[in-house]
């Protein structure tokens, strides 16, 4: 079974990943049993170069299989030896007849893990390395012709800024579109970096470009997004000291995504040619307004949400609204990150669906979304979840406050709802706090020590953190759920944290000690919901327990 294939730029081999049984129900397919081999564009095997499994004590490990861009048939790899704080990395290569162990030559090794490559020529190429213990990314240059050359650093990152999940990353280069390569203006020997965390004066982020030296790494920005609008380059198309030429997609709060064509001349003007005409189809929807709240929690910490108001909506004539609001908890290390990552965006357009329930505006309620959910550590040392509880209600007590002083939200008539995580949030809010009348909970985990080795992004398990993993509990806390609360699950979720048993047995716990528990398994559903049946089924309960419990 061919689960994978990668063409050489001469169109003379092939890297094919081929998987094979046994297969296992408790290992994830990522480690079901693969073998890589080179192989001859009519098929025939040329050589084995991975057979999946622990490699032998003292050997690297080999991953990361390519072809060079810029050469017609060069297989680059990656070999990584130890662990933790004694990692080291190499980039290798070899040419036909691809003999991996015996003709592979070394051209740059780091004390740390290699997570990307990047190339464009003999004397070019680009590394991304990765320091879990150093809190560090840093994209480098070098040159593969000369392995002697020190490389040349061009960006470096405290991960700890870019919060828990780290592939959400400050910026990335620029690839030419079709090869892959990396995108190189050869007069000047510079590349652009593309990205979209930058904060402005008033911490709101913006897209950018920056130029970078490949010599010493010299920055300078060519073109910012504005801020009216959310716009994310798709590809660079040309750049030199003349200019830039490339391809974005713009969107506000009332306009949706379209295609452009954004060209900035050496003097930073703009141009722009829109290229797609995508308009919005669903009826009354562009009528509701969206209002961008900031706000701080007790702590200090500076927060974000989107609101979005009824049609016409006064609040001196129509006064304070029922709310439905919904997000997504985000553990981070640093207050940075808390403050940058995740947070509600500013001037983006909103597709109505079962993420963004927008349309409960036509219903008259103010609708809450991405409103931020930090789980912040004490310090960037500590368990960001030691204190969950804790930073789950200042947060939840944070918007419910900002609402009522932006004379917005009534706080007596406030529901609270979630996917996922955002589940396990909703329940632990109705069991530790009394801001909500209604809470609506898709597809959860509700009791930690059905998932003992970790959930999220947390990796402690459950014998090193006992006490952690029975206070995030909600399904401990079962007793304290007075609130009404519909708990939903896909009968089929294919989601290994969150098995339907999950919503089960929180049903049943609430159920015991005589709380308003609704359970609503959803058949043939997996972990997001996707039949119509389902979907407005589900809208249909949701609409009766808001008209119950909030109006």
Sequence with gaps: MICDFDVSPDGNYIIRSTLHKPFSYTKTYANFFKRIYVVGIDGQEIRMIKKQGNPPKGTPARGMWRWRPDKPATLVWKEKTGSGDKVSSSILQCEAPFDVDSDARKLVTVEADIVDMLWYDDATALFTERSDTRHSRIIKAFNPSDPAAAPVVLLAEDTRDLGTNVSVLAGSICRERGTGKALVDPRDRTVLLSGNKRLDEHGLDYSYIDRISLKDGKTETVWTSEAAHRTAPVGVLFHSRKGIRMIATKESPTEVPNYFEINVDRKGRVKERQISGFVNTLPHSDEIRMEYLTYRRADGLACAARVYLPAGYDKERDGRLPVFMWTYPHEHHTRLSAEINFRAKHNAFAMPDQWNQIFW??????VVLDWTMAILADTPEDDYNANFVRELKMSAEAIVDALDRAGIGDRDRMAVGGLSYGSFMTANLLAHTDLYKVGFANSGAFNRTLTPYGFQFYKKDYWEAEQIYHDMSPYNYADKIKTPIL??????????????????????????????????QLPYEGHKMAFRENVLHYFSVVEKMLEKYLK
């Design 487 to 520: 708990i939903t699950h896909g009968q089929m979720d294919e989601n290994t944290g969150t098995h339907p048993i999950q919503s089960e047995r929180l049903y049943q716990a609430i159920a015991g000690h005589g709380g308003e528990a609704t359970y609503m």
């Design 361 to 366: 505006c036509l219903k008259g309620y103010a």
